[in-house]
């Protein structure tokens, strides 16, 4: 006998999901893969696989070219909107007392130069915990809420701070756009542009402009 009153939810697996929304968002399998920091094919086999389990073909693959099926027009609103309303609830979900903010450093930088006591001091309703060495791949899983990362700062859906001057390869704020705005995101990125002009000339991270990709 049936239980009426539970409900279970059918839903394709969730990477599956992120690989067909972001390849329909920029009809393109390669920037879909640039934005998820995975290989093009992996984008490519997540699709076939979601249109295996799903039965129906959500893109027609033409000489360079990616085009939406009908299908695959039809599902894309419903699962953009999944997705945002998943990001807006987790945003939502505070913990008692005060916010967490996982930054995430990779192996090679000398974390000596951020203040970070100052930093908590200013900020006591953001605890912020720090996980190092952390890269893009933590970033994109969700473990880390910003990352300061070694690298040129281009990557879509994110936006990118350089921490140090110059050009090239250098030391970048690396936050998801959706959540680039969060007050503690924004809280930490608006100390560290204090941090650089209260102390031009001295050995600490400054920002010298943003990317937005």
């Known amino acids: 006998m049936s239980n009426c009153g539970a409900m279970t939810y059918a839903l394709p697996p969730l990477n599956a999901l992120r690989a067909f929304e972001a390849a329909a968002r920029h009809l393109s399998f390669k920037l ?28 027609e693959r033409l000489h360079k070219q990616l085009i939406l099926t009908g299908a695959g027009q039809a599902y894309l609103p419903g699962v953009s909107e999944g997705f945002r309303h998943i990001a807006d609830a987790t945003a939502q979900l505070k913990p008692a007392g005060a916010v967490l903010l996982q930054l995430g450093v990779h192996a090679s930088f000398d974390l000596r130069r951020l203040d970070l006591s100052a930093f908590r001091e200013q ?91």
Request: hydrophobic residues 45%; proline residues 6%.
């Open 32 to 59: 879909a893969a640039h934005e998820l920091h995975v290989t093009p094919a992996a984008v490519g086999q997540q699709v076939k696989a979601l249109e295996a389990r799903l039965g129906v073909q959500l893109f």
């Open 123 to 213: 900020h006591a309703e953001i605890g912020l915990r720090v996980l190092q060495p952390a890269g893009l791949h933590e970033l994109v899983e969700g473990k880390v809420d910003l990352l300061i990362a070694r690298g040129l700062g281009r990557h879509p859906g994110y936006r990118c701070d350089r921490i140090n001057e110059g050009t090239g390869l250098g030391d970048w704020l690396i936050a998801p756009e959706g959540t680039a705005d969060c007050p503690e995101i924004v809280g930490f990125r608006a100390w560290l542009l204090a941090v650089a002009a209260e102390n031009p000339r001295a050995n600490r991270p400054r920002l010298v402009g943003g990317v937005g990709s």
